[in-house]
């Protein structure tokens, strides 16, 4: 079966510019995770949606959002862009939320950079 | 932070045994570790987890102690392709998916694996 998509693979924004980035969950997934990774700071949770409902939030700050659909995709959303939110962005879901077979399959992700 | 200590990085010769060790000294009864791995500009990987059994798949073996206070993966025979960061998490499953908040999956900075022919 299909594997986790996101789009777009690359992207490149200027400072001040906002952005919206796409996952796709392997079908029959329902929870979604994303995450950012940057040489310096390594992966970074940034939020996890189950059922349309935002379920957990890191640190970061109100620039970045996200959104769960009906049909269990996500999209993340980052406005305001600076130059520090260059970074590899992951999405990653998993198929039941209960139980021990919790495990993430992770999309290639998304490459930003800001200039 | 997270809830889980590893070796910034190891060395093993290719066809040999790789065991990464992973430190989780606080972990709570109702907590799986898992292992992931992340290949260069890839997504990690999802390799195998447990509760307190060792498991093991086509991928890696997994010990966890006694005491759950540890745990190491194996892979039993390196190759260069088994070269990549490999992370150690710990996670509860949660019981009610509808509960309204989870617990964070945070992953460490992890242990650099590098195979060497």
């Known amino acids: 079966k299909a594997g986790v998509t996101q789009t777009p693979r690359y992207l490149i924004k200027t400072r001040g510019q906002q952005v919206t980035l796409s996952c796709s969950p392997i079908?029959?997934?329902?929870?979604v995770s994303w995450y950012q990774q940057t040489p310096g700071q390594g992966l970074q949770f940034l939020f996890e949606y189950f059922s349309e409902t935002q379920r957990n939030k890191g640190n970061f700050p109100g620039r970045f959002s996200g959104r769960q659909f009906s049909n269990s995709r996500s999209e993340m959303n980052v406005s305001t862009l600076e130059l520090g939110d260059s970074a590899l962005y992951l999405c990653?879901?998993?198929?039941?939320?209960?139980?021990?077979?919790?495990?993430?399959?992770f999309g290639s992700g998304t490459r930003l950079t800001v200039v | 932070d997270a809830k889980t200590t590893q070796p910034t990085s190891m060395d093993c010769a290719e066809g040999r045994a790789a065991n990464l060790p992973c430190n989780h000294s606080t972990i709570s009864g109702n907590e799986y570790v898992y292992w992931y791995r992340q290949i260069h500009s890839q997504g990690p990987q999802y390799i195998i987890h447990g509760l307190k059994n060792n498991e093991t798949n086509e991928m890696a073996s997994l010990i966890i102690t006694e005491d759950r206070k540890s745990s190491t993966l194996i892979l039993p025979h390196a190759t260069l392709r088994d070269t990549a960061v490999y992370y150690c998490i710990v996670r509860v499953a949660p019981i009610n998916p509808m509960k309204t908040s989870y617990d964070k999956v945070i992953f460490g900075p992890g242990t650099s694996l590098s195979v060497i022919p």
């Open positions: 079908s029959g997934h329902r929870s």
């Open positions: 990653a879901s998993s198929q039941i939320v209960t139980g021990p077979n919790y495990g993430y399959t």
